[in-house]
């Protein structure tokens, strides 16, 4: 058997807003943006190199929904963005403006710094330990 994620659902308050902001705070790619009708709209971004997890950028269509953008997990960090350059990436997403809450640290898995995406979620970057 094969399987994996193909996509996650992220709440925006803003399809367009949210394809500028992660295409160029976090260099990500647009990978689809499909008309779905009565203002829905099918929306894939993806960091380089991503060969099959896409973040599905959905729009808040409730109150509930707006309320939950930027905190979709409790202020846990919610997604983890793998690197093979952590140095290249922190200064890339810094001179970007990408708001880090700490500064790099090193831990047994990997060299690694907690930022905030545009709307606030918490993500991981992470040059993960070469494995010996």
Known sequence: MNQFLSAIALVVPD???AIRSYIEA?????????????????????????????????????????????????????LFLNTDDFDRDYAAFTDR?????????QESYGKVAVFEDPFGNAWDLIEPQPVS
């Open 97 to 105: 403006g990408v708001t880090f809450r700490e500064s790099p640290r």
């Open 26 to 78: 976090l260099g990500f790619l647009l990978v689809e943006d499909t008309e779905l009708g009565d203002g829905k709209r099918w929306v894939l971004v993806a960091p380089p190199g991503s060969s099959e997890t896409r973040l599905l950028l959905a729009k808040a269509d409730s109150p509930s929904q707006l309320a939950a953008i930027g905190n979709q997990t409790g202020g846990r960090v919610f």
């Open 15 to 17: 399809y367009d807003e």
